[in-house]
């Protein structure tokens, strides 16, 4: 099982800029699909964007153009860039590192996007 701490939410006025950080810890495979997912109030938990091992990457459409995720193997450790926020952006933002047979969860982070 992998340790997923996430860090870098926040409060920021429409238009600006934050920057997930997501470090994993423990038996860390390369397989697995590194991701971001958000769940504002009331809504259902959604993907907002993922690496897979190869490097192939998605985005939900509401964020592509904006979000840019990316990793750092060496310290094992994924980031989302977000840029342009809007207030519809605002929710918990979660790390998931997923591969056959294990899924793991960070606690989630604030990020909250007003003016």
């Known amino acids: 099982q992998v340790q997923l701490v996430e860090s870098g939410g926040g409060l920021v006025q429409p238009g600006g800029s934050l920057r997930l950080s997501c470090a994993a810890s423990?038996?860390?495979?390369?397989?697995?699909?590194r991701s971001w997912y958000r769940q504002a109030p009331g809504k259902q938990r959604e993907l907002v964007a993922r690496?897979?091992?190869?490097?192939?990457?998605d985005y939900a459409d509401s964020v592509r153009g904006r979000f840019t995720i990316s990793r750092d193997n060496a310290k094992n450790t994924v980031y989302l860039q977000m840029n342009k926020l809007k207030p519809e952006d605002t929710a918990v933002y979660y790390c998931?590192?997923?591969?056959?047979?294990?899924?793991?969860w960070g606690q989630g982070t604030q990020v909250t996007v007003s003016s």
């Open positions: 690496i897979f091992s190869i490097g192939t990457i």
């Open positions: 998931n590192w997923w591969r056959r047979g294990e899924e793991n």
């Open positions: 423990g038996t860390i495979f390369s397989t697995y699909v």
